[in-house]
Nanobody, 130 residues
């Protein structure tokens, strides 16, 4: 029903920038339905839990983890069923696999919880060297 494919990960030095993309496809997104989904980015470092990074709501409201606020920007292009994560001033602690997630039902109070999102991409690796 839902397919999410992330791209744009890579290996960078501290201070660099990357732009991640997540393309959504499948019958669930037919007829401009993508705009009704809350889209989010999470990340998971080795040996750690999957953490919230950013989310963008149906009306374009944006939410960020404190650790990335001011450095990362989430955006969406509904006409292309795509969500982006612009990451600037990257640091070694940003190293992780970054996952895209989607939910048509998540409410504001749950927007930072991975359990609120039923649909996930396969992830893209971001590695930042010191």
């Amino acid at each position: 029903q839902v397919q999410l494919v992330e791209s744009g990960g890579g290996f960078l030095q501290t201070g660099g920038s990357l732009r991640l993309s997540c393309a959504a496809s499948g019958p669930a997104f037919a007829n401009s339905a993508f705009s009704a989904y809350v889209m989010a980015w999470f990340r998971q470092a080795p040996g750690k839990e999957r953490d919230f990074v950013a989310a963008i709501g149906r009306t374009g409201s944006k939410y960020y983890a404190d650790s990335v606020k001011g450095r990362f920007t989430i955006s969406r292009e509904n006409a292309k069923n795509t969500v982006f994560l612009q990451m600037n001033d990257l640091r070694p602690e940003d190293t992780a696999v970054y996952f895209c997630a989607a939910s048509a039902r998540v409410i504001l109070s749950s927007i930072r919880f991975s359990t609120a999102y039923p649909d996930w991409g396969q992830g893209t690796q971001v590695t930042i060297a010191s």
